[in-house]
């Protein structure tokens, strides 16, 4: 509802299970479903629906139910964080590590 970015740099958990985070404009998910599923991609497993929901992806049912469970942890922690100071996203050479070895 705000637009602001869902920066899943917050803890390693996040960054391997939602990776990026794509953002669809109101009402495209009532379409033929085409534009949505061209913001979908192995890099991008979830896209924030505005003003709607989210939209998760996986090669199963539990897949998609587990980023869903840590995307939303993700947003609640971004939140929280506000309190006490602006989030602190992982730095490069830490998401250049999981990448190695998670992605390959």
Known sequence: MTGAALDS???PESYVVVRQVGRAPYGLQFGDGR?????ISPARPAVILENDGV???GADVLEAF???EVLE???EAIINCRAVGSLRPL???VTRELDAAFFG
Request: glycine share 0%.
């Open 9 to 11: 740099r917050t803890i």
């Open 91 to 93: 730095p490069d050479e």
């Open 66 to 68: 587990d980023r869903l």
């Open 55 to 57: 939209l998760v992806t």
């Open 73 to 75: 942890s993700t947003a």
């Open 35 to 39: 534009e949505l599923a061209q913001l």
